[in-house]
């Protein structure tokens, strides 16, 4: 099991940045494939953003292509996801997860292909 903790979340402007990170325990952390989805109020949990275990390959949602980065740092066991152009319609709680399937090429857009997942961070962004 991989344990994630989130952080970086906040309140910003329309228009603004934040950066979330998400660091995992173990030392398997660089052969998994892991992912940022957001649940708004009401709404069930959607994915956002994805990276394969090497960082060679990212998959984003089309809601957040070209203003979303998602990056990984596997010597620090962390994952980041560089949130620009921010608009009141990304605000939600946002959550990293693991896919412990070893070494997937191809990361996953799918929730239930997740494992493991963080506590999550609110982000607010204000109009």
């Known amino acids: 099991q991989v344990q994630l903790v989130e952080s970086g979340g906040g309140l910003v402007q329309a228009g603004g940045s934040l950066r979330l990170s998400c660091t995992a325990s173990?030392?398997?952390?660089?052969?998994?494939?892991m992912g940022w989805f957001r649940q708004a109020p009401g709404k069930e949990r959607e994915f956002a953003a994805a990276?394969?275990?090497?960082?060679?390959?990212?998959y984003y949602a089309d809601s957040v292509k070209g203003r979303f980065t998602i990056s990984r740092d596997n010597a620090r066991n962390t994952v980041y996801l560089q949130m620009n152009s921010l608009k009141p319609e990304d605000t939600a709680v946002y959550y990293c997860?693991?896919?412990?399937?070893?070494?997937?090429?191809?990361?996953?857009?799918?929730?239930?292909?997740?494992?493991?997942w963080g506590q999550g961070t609110q982000v607010t962004v204000s109009s």
């Open positions: 990276i394969n275990w090497s960082g060679g390959t990212t």
């Open positions: 997860a693991a896919d412990t399937r070893f070494r997937q090429i191809q990361p996953s857009s799918e929730v239930h292909e997740y494992d493991d």
């Open positions: 173990g030392r398997t952390f660089s052969s998994y494939n």
